[in-house]
Every structure is written in structure tokens, then in C-alpha cells.
């Protein structure tokens, strides 16, 4: 009787997650593991894309990660569901995990993104959301393939996001996945793709956040907690040299650093009075200089927003105030009244 080291067998685990020999002749196994996190690498590598505006590497990438997930679901039943129909020996060996058994070759060939969704929708007949899965992801299958075919995704970006989306939060559920964990710094732009209230300027904000947090990440997380904030002392001497009334510190939405407002700086004035024995006084006057941003820019971590809508979105202010007005101020300001009134013909 022929023996098999139980030390190269396929085993299992509780979750469902196998490992299976193979690797030893070069090509590694394939696992839940390995594929769920090429689709968190192809996912991310997808929401940067689309914040970067690079829609076609968006297309390609979101359709890899919904393929690994639907992939990494039929694993965790038995990985020869990846078979093609024709399936040749030498990929049933190496999907069933007996890969350091024969000659080194070729990786297995597998089904496609379309078919592997087919096969998850077989296998949960009775669920609604996962049947109908083929049909709601088509068009991420066909903008994934119309990148790698011919350069054009085709299709609306935003929508084959969404869907992307839409279909990556079934399937995680499928593998017992967090989707906020899944998608790490890039969790509250995914999140934003499945919101059908949101706004295409909210889900635009939340991905520039997203981008921006992965640069800072990027940027200063090997550099020592000491060497950062002095760093970052000298980072804020060089924004703010030349601060006026038209650039004001502020808090970034994306890495809680010091980052710039800048817009126009404009004069506040405001009487409050009341009638006393029938004279009108004076009971309490504001005068001030105001910022009314346009755009945020951060140089700790590169988040540019531009325009009210986005602003907004970003829970930053529509107004500031810079400090209180002066003489001067005062004098400037009744000018400029002085000159409209002229203008208008009043006079």
C-alpha cells in the first residue's frame, strides 16, 4: 500500500481555509488565503486608480479582485472547482494539491472571471444576491476585459465601481470577511461606492482622503516619532512664511496634520442696536476679516480639494475669521462702499 506523508497532504481548518502542497517544484498553491489577498492588493490597486483619475487601470484591477474573491470561494469548498470544464491531468494534479508530484510547468489553467461567478451563483441557488451575480457584475467583467484586450474599459467608470463594489461586499460576506478590514485605509471610499445617496462628490472626497492617508503612510511611517515632528516643524515654518489673509492654518480632514485654507479674505461688519427712549444705539459692533476658502491643500500628506461642494463634504469651514479689522481696514471698507455708491449713480 502505497504511503502519503501527512506532512504534503491537503489539510484543512476551521474557516474552510486549505493549503496544499505544490510549491516545490516552483509553482505555489493555491489557497482562500493567497487569493483573498491578491483581491485586497488588486482592490486597492483599483480605488487608487480611480482616485488618480486612471480609469482603465480602475476597470482591470477591481475585475481582478472580484475574480480572486469568487475564486477564493470556490477554494474554500475544493480548489478543482477552478478547473476548466476540459480540464487537462496536469491541472487537476496541481489544483488538487499534488503539484510537487509532477514535472514543472505551466500554472493551472482555471475558469475565468465570468464563469467563476456562474459557479458561486450554482452553489447558493437559493440566495438571491449571490445568483444574480453574473448578470449585476457583467459589465465589470467586460470593462476588465476591454482593458486587457484593447486598452478601453468602455462603460461608465463610476457605475462599474459601484458595481465592483456591490459585488465584492456579497462575496466577502460568501468568505465570512470584513469588508472594512478588507479594504484597510481605502474602507470608507469603498464604502461611499455602495451608498447609493452619496454624491459623486462625496465618493470623489472620500477617495482623494483615502489617497491621501496612503501617502502619508507611505511618506512617514519609517521615519522615527522624533525626526518626524521636527520634520514637521520645519514643513509648517516653510507653508506658512508667507501666510496672509488669504491662507489660514487648518486641520486636514485625511491625516490630522496642519494643512492650508486659501480663498478670499473679505470684511465682516455687523451692528446690533435697538430703540432707547425712542433713539437708536449701539449695542454691540463686529468688525472683522474673513477667509472664504476655495481650495485645502495639505503638504504633510498631499490632499488637494478644491471648490465649495468639496469643502463642504469635508466638514471644513465656509468662513474663518483671520482676526479683528483695523482702523485701516475700516477706512479700505468705506471706500469701497463709497465708490459703489458712486458707481450706481446715486450719489
Given at each position: ?12 481548518s ?20 493567497s ?7 488588486h482592490?486597492?490597486r ?5 482616485s ?11 475585475g481582478?479582485?472580484?475574480e ?5 470561494y ?5 480548489p ?6 476540459k ?13 510537487a ?12 472571471l ?10 447558493n ?16 467583467a467586460?470593462a476588465r ?11 461608465d ?5 459601484q ?45 482623494k ?12 511611517a ?18 506658512y512664511?508667507?501666510?496672509d ?6 486641520r486636514?480632514?485625511?491625516c ?20 432707547v ?17 476655495e481650495?485645502?491643500?495639505?503638504p504633510f500628506c498631499?490632499?488637494s480639494?478644491?471648490?465649495?461642494e468639496?469643502?463642504v ?5 465656509e ?5 479683528d ?5 475700516l ?17
Amino acid at each position: 500500500m502505497t504511503q502519503h506523508s501527512t506532512s504534503s497532504a491537503a489539510k484543512g481548518s476551521a474557516q474552510g481555509q486549505k493549503t496544499f502542497e505544490g510549491a516545490a517544484n516552483g509553482i505555489a498553491p493555491v489557497t482562500v488565503s493567497s487569493l483573498l489577498e491578491s483581491a485586497r492588493r488588486h482592490g486597492t490597486r483599483g480605488l487608487r486608480a480611480r482616485s488618480d483619475q486612471e480609469h482603465d487601470y480602475a476597470a482591470l484591477h477591481l475585475g481582478i479582485m472580484i475574480e480572486h474573491l469568487a475564486k477564493a470561494y470556490l477554494v474554500s469548498f475544493n480548489p478543482a472547482l477552478l478547473a476548466e470544464e476540459k480540464a487537462d491531468f496536469l491541472t487537476m494534479v496541481r489544483l488538487c494539491g499534488h503539484g510537487a508530484r509532477v514535472k514543472v510547468g505551466l500554472p493551472p489553467r482555471t475558469v475565468g472571471l465570468e464563469v467563476a461567478l456562474a459557479r458561486v451563483g450554482q452553489l447558493n441557488e437559493n440566495v438571491g444576491d449571490v445568483r444574480g451575480l453574473p448578470e449585476l457584475l457583467r459589465p465589470v467583467a467586460q470593462a476588465r476585459n476591454g482593458v486587457a484586450h484593447v486598452g478601453d474599459p468602455g462603460g461608465d467608470a463610476d457605475a462599474i465601481a459601484q458595481l465592483a463594489m456591490r459585488g465584492a461586499k456579497v462575496l466577502l460576506s460568501l468568505l465570512q470577511q470584513d469588508m472594512d478590514a478588507f479594504f484597510g485605509d481605502w474602507d470608507e471610499a469603498a464604502e461611499s461606492l455602495l451608498d447609493e445617496r452619496a454624491s459623486a462628490v462625496h465618493q470623489r472626497v472620500e477617495s482623494k482622503k483615502a489617497r491621501a492617508r496612503e501617502r502619508f503612510e507611505t511618506r512617514w511611517a519609517a521615519v522615527p516619532v522624533e525626526r518626524r515632528h521636527e520634520q514637521f516643524e520645519l514643513i509648517l515654518t516653510q507653508e506658512y512664511i508667507d501666510e496672509d489673509d488669504d491662507r489660514q492654518p487648518y486641520r486636514c480632514p485625511a491625516c490630522a496634520q496642519t494643512g492650508t485654507l486659501i480663498g478670499q479674505s473679505n470684511f465682516n461688519f455687523d451692528v446690533d442696536a435697538e430703540f432707547v427712549d425712542g433713539e437708536q444705539q449701539v449695542i454691540s459692533e463686529v468688525s472683522e476679516i474673513c477667509l472664504t476658502p476655495e481650495t485645502f491643500e495639505c503638504p504633510f500628506c498631499g490632499l488637494s480639494l478644491s471648490g465649495r461642494e468639496e469643502l463642504v463634504d469635508a466638514e471644513l469651514p465656509e468662513r474663518v475669521k483671520v482676526r479683528d479689522a483695523t482702523d485701516e481696514d475700516l477706512a479700505d471698507y468705506a471706500s469701497i462702499i463709497w465708490e459703489e455708491y458712486e458707481r450706481s449713480g446715486d450719489a
